[in-house]
């Protein structure tokens, strides 16, 4: 079975200051992907970053990078230099590449909050 | 930019209609997904597609259907809504080209039962 487990219900971080929102996983496909989305209060989904399982190095993408550890089953995000605008939630989400495991699931999500 | 799109946005409907939510995508992605989310909660997969002809049940147990009848459309239909059924419904599309392929996500309906 898979399973996105995210244990941190809310964060609050310092404008400008880096964060790291954890997200572990499980599942028993050998090939997957992982992917962060964020939610603002408008409710729209916005992809952030992707990493496959077999990728060699760490995704990053502006701001954004996962801290991708196989063999911890962690997929961390780290958002540099956080900005105001980056309070939402954000979404843990997995999705295999064979047979019954193509689909997509989220974890419960971590609600962000910057604070000038 | 994606073209992914749920009509209608906000629905407010009493017990016992009814109603068909609809979802396209003009992205020629085989993968379709629905999900069910409280405001700030977790989203529930309910329904999911691999192509036309092609659903599933999700990991939520739902009393919604669904159906897939062409590649761009991926409605979902409720034959008689109650209350519990007040939540945000979320339609995603995702393709095959390449592995890391994101999904898209609509704009999501609001559905109210009264």
């Known amino acids: 079975a898979q399973k996105i487990t995210q244990t941190q219900p809310g964060m609050f971080v310092q404008e400008k200051e880096a964060v790291t929102l954890d997200c572990t996983y499980d599942t028993s496909d050998q090939s997957y992907g992982l992917f962060w989305y964020k939610q603002p209060s408008s409710g729209e989904m916005i992809f952030l970053i992707y990493q496959g399982s077999y990728d060699e190095q760490n995704a990053t993408e502006g701001r954004y990078s996962l801290n991708f550890q196989k063999a911890r089953k962690s997929a961390n995000l780290v958002i540099s230099a956080s900005q105001l605008g980056d309070s939402a939630m954000y979404f843990c989400a997995m999705r295999g590449f064979s047979g019954g495991y193509n689909k997509l699931i989220f974890g419960a999500g971590t609600r962000l909050a910057v604070h000038p | 930019e994606a073209d992914i799109y749920q009509t209608p946005r906000y629905l407010v409907i009493g017990t016992g209609k009814k109603i068909t939510l609809e979802c396209s995508q003009t992205?020629?992605?085989?993968?379709m997904y629905w999900y069910q989310q409280d405001p700030g909660m977790e989203l529930h997969l309910i329904h999911y597609?691999?192509?036309?002809?092609?659903?599933e049940k999700g990991d939520l147990s739902s009393e919604s259907t669904v159906s897939r009848i062409r590649t761009e459309h991926f409605p979902l239909t409720l034959e008689s809504a109650r209350p519990s059924h007040t939540s945000q419904y979320l339609c995603a599309s995702s393709g095959i080209r390449g592995r890391n392929t994101e999904a898209f996500f609509g704009q999501g309906t609001r559905l109210t039962v009264v």
């Open positions: 597609s691999y192509g036309v002809n092609s659903t």
């Open positions: 992205m020629g992605h085989d993968k």
